[in-house]
């Protein structure tokens, strides 16, 4: 069977996540990793993995399948995603929801062009909860579906704290109100503002001598990050932040209620539910399914952009159609 | 736009929910139930709906453009399914697990030659469980899945009681085992016997006289459908019966458990859980949206048997592309 050859741009958490969850599926070889350092400077989390710099990635279309995409979605994504759509088949995790059209639109017209494949917005949200969201509306189209995130780290909003004077360090978490999902589960239909579905705890290291009234209160009344939320603010130590906050876990909910029957009489809840230690190793392995199927699909002369939603389930296994049928259907 | 013109074949629970299901999905349109009864004695849930005589759906390939197969899958699919994925785009739920290879076969054979497709096992188990186990499966490779079904009404072990002499009535509950669960969900990645994972709860109605004691014994050591779990037998009236358990639940989940990293040190725990208040009526559900795939699916020239793996998710939504962007990834 010939190996589907996979290579790496990006040489982040999510890059050496996916360096790792190349090595547990067989019908996967990575070619290498390519980054904008100095490749003499870089040391691969799995020994003897080849780093390249990015430039040499434009003469190695020959030797590379499906290129995996693990810049961030600020500003690696809107320029590596339609330069590489160009080049390779590629997978990435864009997140940024309110872009994804135009980004969508922007690395078709390259793979196109190319003739290979980009499945964009991978990942679990977008990605898994995407999918997720879309079978659940489709089969009970009365209902109502919401997503819950955490509890999970997260990146953006533990930024936003960094930049408040005086404070050394911080990470956020994301953490649902457990009242919500339960009337969520319950069926109640509920309308929530912003603050109701989730709350914020923050895990904060000061200067030495910083005024902490006033950093909790400049983060409490952060607009759009925190103002709208109920936040908890814990001032820690450097090394109570490292050995109790330096994981990255992450999760979350979608859960769809709708109703059917004569009277809409009948509930129905579908919950899909993610707990993850890892969220750039689950990450990585969402991507890596999703090359398979990229892969797989630009075999059958597929090109252009998709997302996750538009790719049949069946691409991401290894196994073949019989054996779907047999043990899995 | 054209509507989807839906037929409905065998007007049993399943049937009168798909009959329920279309009037909530606007592009859709009911053309009429077909039964090997007298037409003139079928009384819709829905007045003004068609019946004909199944023997008619054969002159009226130009009026349908899916069939939705709602008979059983003991005697009524095996014959009803290749019959009209010979005329007919099709839809069914056939759910004999062991047998899908041998139907697929034989469907797809007649679905080639017609130039229709054929969506079969669909429904929540086989259907959006398959597909849940196989997203699962793809994307941590090192990891176990475990379906529990429940809690609800298993028609074939209330039929199997309703044998025992005696037994006027009965109903059968599957409930999955409380511990098993949490076991699943630590990722505690437990082998299970068959009975570790359900126990069972019947609601028996015996005849004046007969022997409870006798009746228990027979049902606690019925091969294959009891004798392997833990069963609790409650003789109740016929009252109670009707009251208390004439409803038809049913739900389940599919846990997928996975490790990652350097040394698998990280856990992933993905759960797909449904809570349904009305079986017949979920399944006719997704019956519906797959109906709406196979249309579409035909259009582009798709034929052949397909299983819900196959089906790529954006087929299922009413929601173009552009707009699935937008709102759903």
Redesign the interface.
């Known amino acids: 069977m010939n190996e589907i050859r996979i290579g790496i741009i990006g040489y982040g958490n999510l890059g050496k ?1 996916v360096e ?2 190349i090595q ?2 067989d019908d996967m070889k990575l070619i290498g990793v390519f980054t904008r350092r100095d490749p003499a400077t870089i040391k691969t ?1 799995i020994e003897g993995v080849q780093v390249f710099h990015i430039d040499d990635a434009e003469n190695m279309t020959d030797r590379i399948d499906v290129m995996v995409l693990c810049g961030g979605s600020m500003s690696d994504l809107p320029e590596q995603g339609p330069l590489f759509a160009g080049l390779f088949n590629t997978v990435d995790g864009y997140d940024t ?1 309110a872009k ?2 135009d980004y ?1 639109n922007t690395v078709n017209k390259n793979a196109l062009d190319a003739g290979k494949i980009s499945i964009i ?1 991978s990942g679990w949200d ?1 990605g ?1 909860f ?2 997720n ?3 659940a ?6 209902g109502n579906t919401y997503t819950f995130w955490g509890k999970g780290i997260s990146q953006g909003h533990s930024d936003a704290i960094r930049r408040v004077k005086g404070v050394k360090d911080a990470k956020q978490y994301t953490i649902p109100v457990e009242n919500a999902v339960e009337a969520v589960k319950r069926c109640d239909m509920p309308d929530f503002t912003t603050g109701e579905m989730h709350k914020r705890e923050c895990f904060v290291v000061v200067e030495d001598g910083a005024d902490k009234k006033r950093i909790e209160h400049e983060i409490k009344t952060m607009p759009n990050y925190f103002s709208d939320y109920d936040t908890e603010v814990h001032f820690i130590t450097e090394e109570e932040l490292k050995k109790n906050h330096s994981g990255m876990p992450h999760g979350g909910l979608v859960i769809h209620c ?1 109703k ?3 009277k809409e ?14 969220n750039p ?2 990450t ?3 991507l890596i ?1 999703f090359a ?1 199927a990229a892969y797989r699909l630009n075999k059958e002369g597929v090109s252009g952009a998709k ?8 691409y ?3 196994k073949s ?2 054996e ?3 043990s ?2």
Do not use: W
Not at 137 to 142: R, S, Y
Not at 265 to 278: A, G, T, V
């Open positions: 996540s790792l969850g547990q599926n989390v929801h994804i059209p969508f917005a977008p898994l995407s999918i969201r879309l079978y509306e489709a089969i009970l189209p009365v709708g059917t029957g004569l009489s009948h509930n129905h809840m579908i919950e899909y539910k993610l707990e993850l230690d890892s190793d689950f990585a392995n969402v399914a398979r997302t996750v939603v538009d790719i049949a389930p069946a991401l296994s290894t159609a019989d779907i049928r047999k899995i259907i």
